[in-house]
């Protein structure tokens, strides 16, 4: 058997014996010991010939080979009269040991190799990403609003014609800032739900968000005295 390969191209003596057993195309739970006894002295045997330093633990694995073999030849040892001691059973366990501990290492690199496209950074402080938050200038909460108008609107609904005449008339949440605007010059104080006088999905939608728009931005202030009691929108005094 030609030898191509050197010591160093082996992790260790079990490496090796692996390789010549996958080369030789062996079960490695029925490994035929005296071929490949015979090749792994030849390649030992090989490197000395070209004045390459052999490890000892390659000659160590070599005379437990040497053993193996020589064990073969006698007559089998039996426990109870039941079972034969196979010599080649621990050296099959320290192989099949190795391949997983191989096949493990070679995982562990694909990671290491996936690992190294992956960028972390120590963390920060999450504020640093949160918008600011525009609170409504207004004794009464956002959730009081909905709540209140949620009611409201029921309440049309409810009371609203069977019949009724449909008509598409585009509203917009500026139109109606106009709108309110103009109710609160010649009415300072307006009660909330007088803002909303057609019961229609988009004139609703406008109107409601006109109103928080310009609770934010202080051109009007909403305000609730008493638990339950009206919701009043005011203009806010330069």
Do not use: W
């Amino acid at each position: 058997m030609e030898m191509e390969f050197k010591i160093n191209d082996f992790e260790g003596p079990l490496d090796l014996l692996l390789h010549l057993i996958k080369e030789s195309k062996m079960d490695i739970m029925n490994i035929e010991i005296e071929s490949i006894t015979k090749q792994y002295v030849d390649f030992l045997n090989a490197q000395e010939k070209m004045n390459l330093e052999v490890s000892s633990e390659y000659l160590v694995l070599a005379s437990e080979l040497i053993e193996i073999k020589s064990k073969m030849l006698l007559p089998n040892e039996k426990i109870d009269d039941e079972e034969e001691i196979d010599p080649r059973t621990d050296l099959v366990n320290r192989l099949l040991e190795y391949q997983a501990y191989k096949d493990i290492t070679k995982v562990l690199q694909e990671k290491e190799l996936l690992r190294k496209d992956i960028f972390t950074k120590l963390p920060e402080n999450i504020n640093n990403y949160v918008e600011e938050v525009h609170e409504i200038h207004s004794d009464v909460t956002l959730d009081d609003l909905i709540s209140a108008f949620q009611k409201y609107y029921q309440r049309k609904l409810d009371n609203k014609p069977l019949k009724t005449k449909v008509t598409i008339n585009e509203i917009s949440v500026s139109s109606r800032r106009s709108e309110i605007k103009h109710l609160l010059k010649k009415k300072s104080r307006m009660s909330f739900f007088e803002l909303f006088p057609v019961v229609t999905k988009e004139y609703v939608v406008a109107t409601f968000l006109a109103i928080l728009e310009m609770a934010k931005n202080r051109e009007i202030r909403i305000i609730q005295e008493e638990n339950f009691d009206d919701i009043i929108c005011e203009v806010v005094k330069a």
